[in-house]
């Protein structure tokens, strides 16, 4: 059975940056897309962006130019790395791995002065 363990969410202040980390385990990882979401309080959880087993991303419009998303098949590990960050950005972050249909257990990540 596939597990997603996600890494990296914190607080941070306007305009920092943060790396979340998404270890995949229990499946293949390199023959399965992976994809960031987000569920911020009293919100529907939208997408943020993927990565195809290729290694060709796409962000959603809302973090485009500011988060990028990244995979290391060595490590099994999927990342987003965050920059430019806005009190919207608020919001617990999970990893989900298309192949699988699994979810990771979400990081919080707080932005705010």
């Known amino acids: 059975q596939v597990q997603l363990v996600e890494s990296g969410g914190g607080s941070v202040q306007p305009g920092g940056s943060l790396t979340l980390s998404c270890v995949h385990s229990g499946g293949n990882f390199e023959i399965t897309g992976m994809a960031w979401y987000r569920q911020a309080p009293g919100k529907q959880r939208e997408w943020v962006g993927g990565?195809?087993?290729?290694?060709?991303?796409k962000t959603a419009d809302s973090v485009q130019g500011r988060f990028s998303i990244s995979r290391d098949n060595a490590k099994n590990t999927v990342y987003l790395q965050m920059n430019m960050l806005k009190p919207e950005d608020t919001a617990v972050y999970f990893c989900?791995?298309?192949?699988?249909?699994?979810w990771g257990q979400g990081t919080q990540i707080t932005v705010s002065l």
């Open positions: 990565i195809t087993v290729g290694g060709t991303t």
């Open positions: 989900y791995a298309d192949r699988d249909r699994s």
